[in-house]
């Protein structure tokens, strides 16, 4: 599987609020092309809000969001991010119970008017490529925890995009099979190029990516680079 580039990310003045409550207050962010960065924080304190609003599942109330230079909530463009920008993965894999580990990665090529056989391809490449090519035609409920966040992940991989965002993808796994799916997501964001943010509270997160971004109460109250993206 290959993909292009990783798109670049701005978020520019960004407000958001649910009932009257403040989720996020004036964010600015700036993620380049094929960087990784962790976005951490204490419950509520606006992480998978900003996840949301950059990958177009929520819209802001202020600021905007722009991909590649391009204003997302623009219909084109939103439409266009969706189906071949963005890929999602989360904490709660939200596979679909009654279909297979391939047929699940295959969902999203549907709307997108890929042809079955090409469908299948994909997918079973993705299998193959996450060490899953024996568990094609098993269902979740005959899958593990890990296995399972692996069928995500390659959902989420199925139309090559150029952004990958991660709401606390290990948040339900234990401690090995977190570590195996980090590596596995690291390991396919150095081979393809692709942009990444991770919303997570696990430190090993926040060790392998480039930068680490830290909210509070809807702002952004710290940014720094990794240790090992310091140490070069």
């Known amino acids: 599987m290959s993909s292009p580039a990783g798109a670049e990310v701005r978020v520019e003045g960004v407000a958001k609020s649910f009932s009257g409550v403040a989720a996020l207050r004036d964010v600015s962010l ?37 991909i590649d230079g391009r204003a997302l909530w623009r219909q084109t463009a939103l439409a266009t991010a969706r189906r071949e920008v963005v890929g999602f993965v989360f904490q709660r894999h939200l596979l679909l119970e009654a279909l297979s580990a391939r047929a699940n990665i295959e969902v999203p090529l549907i709307g997108a008017g ?46 090559n995009p150029r952004l990958l965002l991660a709401d606390e993808p290990t948040g339900a796994l234990d401690s090995l099979t977190s570590e195996r799916v980090l590596d596995l997501l690291f390991r396919l964001r150095d081979q393809h190029g ?23 109460d809807g702002t952004l109250a710290s940014e720094e680079p990794s240790k090992v993206a310091a140490q070069q």
């Open 30 to 66: 700036r993620v380049d092309a094929g960087q990784a960065v962790a976005i951490t924080g204490r419950s509520g304190s606006g992480k998978s809000t900003l996840l949301a609003l950059i990958g177009g599942l929520e819209q802001p109330d202020r600021g905007q969001v722009l």
């Open 114 to 159: 890929v042809h079955r056989a090409e469908r299948r391809r994909r997918a079973l490449e993705l299998l193959e490529e996450v060490g899953l090519a024996d568990r094609a035609e098993h269902l979740p409920s005959e899958l593990s925890g890990g296995e399972r966040q692996r069928v995500a992940v390659a959902r989420a991989l199925v139309n």
């Open 194 to 216: 692709t942009t990444m943010i991770v919303v997570s509270y696990d430190a090993a997160v926040g060790a392998r990516a480039d930068r680490t971004v830290t909210l509070l």
